[in-house]
């Protein structure tokens, strides 16, 4: 028999992004022949022509809400509405590649073993494009992992009923699904297929971005982890992640705050983890979101180049025991710090810009760490000279 797969959309007032929603559910390739697809789009109250829309499609159904309920209790909803051995979720804004199903609920029938599949998917937002997760993404019993990055995003995800059973629902906070997917971890191993599925749509005046503006983000964040930090057992193994975990979440809070050029309160949030443990920077993982902080938030004080000097040692210092045999490492952190400066001179909202101070702080960035050829090319066309070594000591001073 070929398996079922239940596919949950909650949607409010969004009829049009519904439609090309609905497109990418019904152009899936295998339905029917690798597995059986039922559709349940729950409509939280909606007053525009949302009911339209899913009549477009006879096998589709529509359970509209009487009052606004949110979007974790709609996918509740959906949940007690299916009865498929496989459950999908997709928001109304986001897309689905063809093959998202068939790669997914192959990939779960062949691991008997795995609750839940995960995969890649495009992320296309005002001012950033890119994949994620990177390809080779990690399977297994994730929770400790997922403490510290959230690997799964709504569309990429494939869940087999019978662990949504050993959780409960979603709840109907900020970040509703992060919670989920770390209860799930909680109890049952993951399972990475490679393979861009999805395409996650993030608009400006979204609800994540919202929250990330207001602060909610943060302390939804921090409730988040804090809760699942408290199914870890007292002993020093976890004690040790708990201090690591609280420093990450401040961390994360920061990289929001400074992707939407909130460079003062990332930095504040930045030096809040590093208080709690300073160790997060020795990190290679950390190290990219670190060097844009502070690189972000020295171009929009004065003299930039001086102050992320400055800035550099407040975090030397308090790194402390820590960076003891680690010089290397910092040298690579504190020259991507530099170029991060360059970056942000060369048309970084909120910043000076300035193409004698970007090609200073390229300057001092190969002066760090001499060695990334990216950053040698970029002295070329900052100063407009012949590339010679004498030009880069007198451009760093």
């Known amino acids: 028999m070929r398996p079922r797969v239940s596919v949950i959309i909650p949607t409010r007032n969004r009829a049009a992004l519904l439609a090309q929603a609905l497109d990418s559910v ?43 309920q949110g979007v974790g209790n709609a996918r509740n909803v959906g949940i007690e509405e299916t009865a498929g051995t496989y459950v999908a979720f997709l928001d ?57 990055v959230n690997l799964c995003v709504v569309p990429a995800v494939l869940v087999r009923r019978e662990a949504l059973t050993k959780v409960g629902g979603f709840g109907n906070d900020l970040l509703e699904d992060y919670d989920m997917w770390l209860r799930l971890a909680h109890h049952v191993p993951f399972l990475f297929v490679p393979g861009i599925v999805a395409v996650y749509r993030l608009s400006t005046g979204g609800r994540y971005q919202t929250a990330v503006r207001s602060g909610e983000h943060g302390k939804a964040l921090r409730r988040i982890v804090e809760n699942a930090l408290d199914t870890l057992p007292p002993t020093e193994a976890s004690d040790r992640i708990k201090r690591e975990a609280r420093a990450t979440v401040e961390l994360r809070i920061a990289t929001a705050l400074n992707a939407l050029q909130f460079t003062t309160r990332a930095w504040q949030c930045l030096r809040a983890g590093l208080d709690i443990d300073a160790g997060i920077m020795l990190n290679p993982r950390n190290r990219p979101s670190i060097a844009s902080i502070v690189g972000q938030y020295a171009a929009t004080l004065p003299s930039p180049v001086a102050t992320a000097a400055r800035l550099w040692q407040e975090l030397l210092r308090s790194l402390g025991r820590h960076g003891i045999g680690q010089h290397a490492q910092m040298k690579r952190l504190l020259a991507d710090v530099y170029w991060e400066v360059a970056i942000a001179q060369r048309g970084g909202i909120g910043c000076r810009t300035s193409l004698g101070v970007a090609a200073s702080a390229v300057a001092r960035s190969i002066s760090v760490h001499p060695l990334d050829l990216r950053k040698w090319w970029a002295l070329v066309r900052f100063m407009g000279r012949p590339l010679q070594w004498g030009n880069v000591r007198r451009v760093s001073g």
């Open 92 to 148: 109304d804004d986001d897309l689905w590649l063809p093959q998202k199903l068939s790669l997914q609920a192959g990939a779960l029938e062949a691991a008997s073993g795995r609750g839940v599949a995960y995969s890649q998917l495009f992320i296309a937002s005002p001012g950033q494009k890119h994949v994620f997760p990177q390809h080779g993404a990690p399977s297994g019993t994730l929770f400790n992992h997922m403490l510290f």
């Open 26 to 68: 019904f152009a899936q390739e295998g339905i029917g022949t690798e597995f059986e697809m039922d559709v349940v789009v729950v409509d939280d109250a909606s007053t525009d022509t949302t009911a339209d829309a899913v009549a477009r499609y006879s096998s589709a159904r529509h359970i509209r809400l009487s009052k606004r």
